[in-house]
C-alpha cells in the first residue's frame, strides 16, 4: 500500500472530524512528533553520557592501579633506604602508603563493575596489606644506625621483595584488564554516539514529517475547503449557480451543505418572484377601481395600468415617458406635484386628497397615494403612485355637509323658537298669575277667593303643560341643558317632600319618608331637574292614590349607587297601559275620567334622568300599589359636597329694609304693572320704571336705586349687555340685580349669573319665592356684595 493510498483514508477520517478536534489534531501531531524527538535525543544523550562515565570510570580505575604500585613501590624503596642508611627521610614515601593506600582500595573497590577485576582486586587486597604489615615490621626492627643488614631482615626483605612481585604481577594484569575495558568501552561509547545521532536524526525526520502531516491535513481539510466555500459564496452573492462542493460532516461541510441549500432556496425563490412578478402585474392590470403606475426619480411615469387608463382616460403609450403633473390643475401643477415626491422622498410615503383631471378636462376628486421607492443602500429607484376616483364620495360629503348645516340652522331656529315661545307664553302668564296671586290676597270674599284660585290653577296648569312641551321639545333636539352639581340627596328629598305635601293633605294621603341611609350621600345632578322629576313621582303618587292612603319614601345608598324608591297605596297600572307608561302624551286612566295631567310628565322625567347619568323605572304595580324607583351614581367627592351643605345661609330681617327706591327695566306694561304693584304693596318702596335698556342704564347712574329689576328680552339691546354694562361702571357695580325673564332655558341662566346677577327668576312670578328673594336682598347688610342665587 502506498502512502498517498495510506493517507486517503485518513485525510477522510480527519475531514470527518469537527473543527475543535481538527484543530486539536493538527495542533497536537507536530507537538508529539517535537516531543518524540526531544525524548530520543535526550535517551542519546543519556546513552552517550554512560558511555563516556565508563571510560572515565575505566581512566580513574587505571590511575588507581598506577597510584596503588606507585605507592607500594616507594614504599618498600623508602624502608629499604631507611635500613641501608638509617635516614628517617627515606619513611616518608612509607608513610604516605599508609596513609593513602586503604582509601585508593576503597575507592577502586566503589569503582569496578567488573567482576573479574572486582575478583582480582579481592586477592590483592590481602597482598597488599601483607606487604604494608611486613615493611611495618622492618621499620620497627631497624635501629637506624646505618649498620649492615642482619640476616633476619634480609631475609625479610627477600620476602617483601617476592611479594611486591606477585603484587605487580597481579597490578599488571588490573592493568591489561582495564585497557581491554577501555577499548570495549570506548567502542561502546562510540557506537551509542553513532546511534544517538541516528535517533536524533530519525526524531528530527520523524517530527518533520508530522509537521508536514499537519500541514497537509490543515491545507486538504480547512485551508482549501475553506476557499471553496469563500468563492462558493461569492458566486452565491452574484447570484451564479454553484457548483458540487465535497461534502463533509464537520462544520465545513454543513456550512457547504448549507450554501448549497440556500442556493437552490434562492434558485426556487427567484422562479417563485418571477412568477409573483407576472401574477402582481396581471393584478394591478386587472385593478379598475385604482390607478396604479409607477414614476422614476424625476416624476416621469414609467408603468400604467387599466384603472389608471379608465380614471384619467389616458392610453398607456399616451402616458408613458411624461411627467405626471399632468393630471393636475393648472393652479396647483407647477408646485403641489414637487411638493408631494419631496414629501414621499422624507417620510416614505405621503396621502393627499384633491382636484385632478382627466384626457377630456373633466375634473375628478382623486385619493393619491405616494410612496417612495429605495433599494437596500437608502437610494431612490423612483415611486409609486396609486389613485383613487373619489368624486361620488365628495359629491355625497358636500351634500352631507350642507344636509348638517342645514340642521344645524334649523336646529338653531328651533332654539331660537322655543326661546321666543317660552317668552311669548311665559309673559302673559305673569301677568294672569301675577295679579291672581294678588287678588288672592286682596280678596276676602270666600267665593271669590274660590273663583281666583280656579284661574291660578288652570294658569299653572297651563304653565306646567308649557314648560313640559317645552322641555319634551328640547330634548328632541338635543339641547336640554343640565347644570350638573354635587347636591345632598337628603335635601333635595325633604324640599319635594315639603312641596308635594299640601296637594297630599287634600286628599287625606300620608307621607312617610325614610332617609336614614341618605344622611351624608351626596349624588352628581342638576339640582332643579332632580326636583322636578321627584315632584312629578310624588304628584302621581298622590292623584293616583286612593283617599286617605299613604306613600313611602325610601332612599338608600348601596355601593356606588343611590337609590330612591316611591311606594304607593294605589290601585296599580292595567298591564295594557306598562308598555305606554313612558311615551310622551300617553295620559293613563284619562277614559276613566280620574285624574288630569298632560302625558309628559313620566315621559320627561325619565329623559332628565337618563340625562343626568341616571335611570327611572316601574319597579313593582298591583293592585295594593306601585313602586317607581330612580337610581343615581354616588358623588365620590363628599367634601366639597360638605362645604355646600355647610355654606352659611341668609336669614330674612322686616321687609323692606334698606331697599327705598327700585328701578325696573321691563318693556312689558303688564309685567311691568305687576311688579309694581308687588314692590309698593309688598315693600313700600318707589318704582322707577324703564322700557329701553338704553334709558335703564341712564337712570340707574343719576338716581343710583337700592334694587335693580331687569328683564332680559327688551327693545333695543339685549338684557346681559345692560347687565354687563351695569357691572363694569363703578357708579352702578354694587346695585344688586335681580333678572326677571320669560327665558328658563339654563344656558341663558349661566350666562346671567356669569355676568354677575344677583338672582335669576322665571316668569310667571311665584310671589311668595319673588318676596323671599327680595328680602334676602333687602337683610343683607353690605348692599355692595350679594350673593349669586338662581330661583325658578
Not at 116 to 138: C, F, I, T
Request: charged letters at 30%.
Amino acid at each position: 500500500m502506498t502512502a498517498s493510498r495510506l493517507f486517503t483514508p485518513i485525510s477522510r477520517r480527519f475531514l470527518d472530524q469537527p473543527l475543535a478536534r481538527k484543530g486539536l489534531i493538527v495542533i497536537a501531531v507536530p507537538l508529539i512528533c517535537f516531543l518524540i524527538a526531544l525524548a530520543s535525543v535526550f535517551l542519546a544523550e543519556r546513552e552517550s553520557r554512560r558511555a563516556e562515565n565508563y571510560v572515565r570510570v575505566t581512566f580513574s580505575i587505571q590511575s588507581d592501579i598506577l597510584e596503588l604500585h606507585a605507592l607500594l613501590a616507594e614504599a618498600a624503596s623508602g624502608v629499604r633506604g631507611f635500613l641501608l642508611t638509617g635516614d628517617e627521610a627515606f619513611l616518608t614515601a612509607f608513610d604516605k602508603a599508609m596513609k593513602e593506600l586503604p582509601a585508593i582500595l576503597t575507592g577502586m573497590r566503589r569503582l569496578i563493575r567488573d567482576d573479574e577485576q572486582r575478583a582480582r582486586l579481592d586477592g590483592m587486597e590481602p597482598l597488599v596489606r601483607l606487604k604494608l604489615d611486613g615493611l611495618s615490621s622492618l621499620h620497627g626492627t631497624a635501629d637506624g644506625s646505618g649498620r649492615p643488614l642482619s640476616e633476619e631482615i634480609r631475609k625479610t626483605l627477600t620476602d617483601n621483595k617476592a611479594l611486591l612481585d606477585t603484587l605487580q604481577a597481579e597490578i599488571g594484569k588490573m592493568r591489561e584488564r582495564e585497557d581491554f575495558l577501555l577499548a570495549v568501552r570506548t567502542d561502546e561509547a562510540d557506537a551509542i554516539r553513532d546511534r544517538s545521532r541516528w535517533i536524533t536524526l530519525l526524531g528530527a525526520l520523524f517530527g518533520l514529517l508530522g509537521g508536514i502531516s499537519a500541514m497537509m491535513l490543515m491545507s486538504n481539510g480547512i485551508v482549501r475547503r475553506v476557499g471553496m466555500l469563500r468563492s462558493a459564496a461569492h458566486k452565491l452573492a452574484s447570484g451564479q449557480k454553484l457548483e458540487a462542493i465535497p461534502a463533509g460532516r464537520d462544520e465545513l461541510g454543513e456550512l457547504a451543505a448549507a450554501l448549497q441549500e440556500a442556493s437552490r432556496l434562492l434558485k426556487a425563490r427567484e422562479d417563485a418572484l418571477r412568477e409573483s412578478e407576472e401574477r402582481f402585474r396581471l393584478l394591478v392590470d386587472g385593478v379598475h377601481d385604482y390607478g396604479i403606475f409607477g414614476l422614476d426619480e424625476a416624476g416621469r411615469v414609467v408603468s400604467w395600468n387599466v384603472g389608471a387608463e379608465r380614471i384619467t382616460g389616458y392610453k398607456a403609450d399616451e402616458v408613458v415617458g411624461g411627467h405626471f403633473s399632468k393630471f393636475y390643475p393648472e393652479d396647483t401643477r407647477g408646485t403641489h406635484p414637487a411638493q408631494e415626491l419631496a414629501q414621499a422622498l422624507e417620510f416614505g410615503r405621503i396621502e393627499d386628497e384633491g382636484w385632478r383631471l382627466r384626457k377630456d378636462g373633466e375634473r375628478f376628486w382623486a385619493n393619491v397615494v405616494v410612496t417612495a421607492l429605495k433599494d437596500d443602500h437608502g437610494n431612490a429607484r423612483g415611486f409609486s403612485k396609486i389613485t383613487r376616483d373619489m368624486t361620488e364620495r365628495k359629491k355625497t360629503e358636500e351634500a352631507l355637509l350642507a344636509a348638517r348645516r342645514e340642521a344645524e340652522r334649523a336646529s338653531h331656529a328651533k332654539s331660537e323658537f322655543l326661546s321666543r315661545m317660552s317668552h311669548e307664553l311665559r309673559t302673559p302668564l305673569n301677568s294672569i298669575l301675577g295679579f291672581g296671586q294678588i287678588l288672592e290676597m286682596d280678596l276676602d270674599d270666600p267665593e271669590n277667593q274660590f273663583s281666583v284660585r280656579q284661574i291660578l290653577t288652570a294658569g299653572r296648569h297651563l304653565l306646567s303643560l308649557i314648560d313640559e312641551v317645552l322641555d319634551m321639545a328640547r330634548i328632541e333636539a338635543g339641547r336640554m341643558e343640565l347644570a350638573i352639581d354635587r347636591i345632598h340627596a337628603a335635601e333635595v328629598l325633604q324640599e319635594a317632600l315639603a312641596l308635594a305635601r299640601p296637594l297630599a293633605e287634600e286628599r287625606a294621603i300620608g307621607l312617610h319618608l325614610d332617609d336614614e341611609q341618605l344622611s351624608r350621600a351626596f349624588t352628581s345632578a342638576d339640582r332643579r331637574r332632580l326636583l322636578q322629576v321627584l315632584l312629578n313621582l310624588l304628584s302621581n303618587a298622590i292623584k293616583f292614590n286612593r283617599v286617605g292612603g299613604e306613600i313611602r319614601i325610601v332612599g338608600r345608598a348601596d355601593g356606588r349607587l343611590l337609590t330612591i324608591d316611591i311606594c304607593d297605596s294605589g290601585s296599580g297600572i292595567a298591564p295594557d297601559g306598562i308598555e305606554r307608561l313612558f311615551k310622551p302624551f300617553e295620559r293613563l286612566g284619562k277614559d276613566g275620567g280620574a285624574t288630569e295631567g298632560t302625558g309628559l310628565g313620566l315621559a320627561l322625567s325619565r329623559h332628565l334622568m337618563e340625562a343626568m347619568g341616571g335611570r327611572l323605572e316601574l319597579v313593582q304595580t298591583s293592585a295594593r300599589g306601585t313602586i317607581f324607583s330612580l337610581g343615581l351614581p354616588i358623588a365620590a367627592d363628599q367634601e366639597i359636597a360638605d362645604e355646600m351643605r355647610s355654606a352659611p345661609k341668609m336669614i330674612p330681617v322686616s321687609p323692606g329694609a334698606n331697599i327705598a327706591t327700585v328701578l325696573c327695566i321691563e318693556d312689558n306694561p303688564q309685567s311691568r304693572d305687576l311688579i309694581e304693584n308687588i314692590m309698593t304693596r309688598r315693600f313700600g318702596c318707589q318704582v322707577m320704571p324703564a322700557i329701553l335698556g338704553e334709558s335703564g342704564l341712564v337712570m340707574a347712574r343719576q338716581h343710583k336705586p337700592d334694587l335693580i329689576l331687569l328683564d332680559l328680552d327688551l327693545p333695543d339691546m339685549s338684557g346681559l349687555d345692560v347687565l354687563r354694562a351695569l357691572r363694569s361702571d363703578a357708579r352702578t357695580c354694587a346695585i344688586p340685580v335681580v333678572v326677571i325673564t320669560a327665558d328658563a332655558t339654563q344656558a341663558t341662566r349661566q350666562n346671567a349669573m356669569a355676568a354677575k346677577a344677583t338672582t335669576y327668576i322665571t316668569k310667571p312670578i311665584d310671589l311668595r319665592l319673588f318676596t323671599k328673594s327680595v328680602e334676602e336682598i333687602a337683610c343683607s347688610q353690605d348692599l355692595s356684595t350679594f350673593p349669586p342665587t338662581q330661583k325658578s
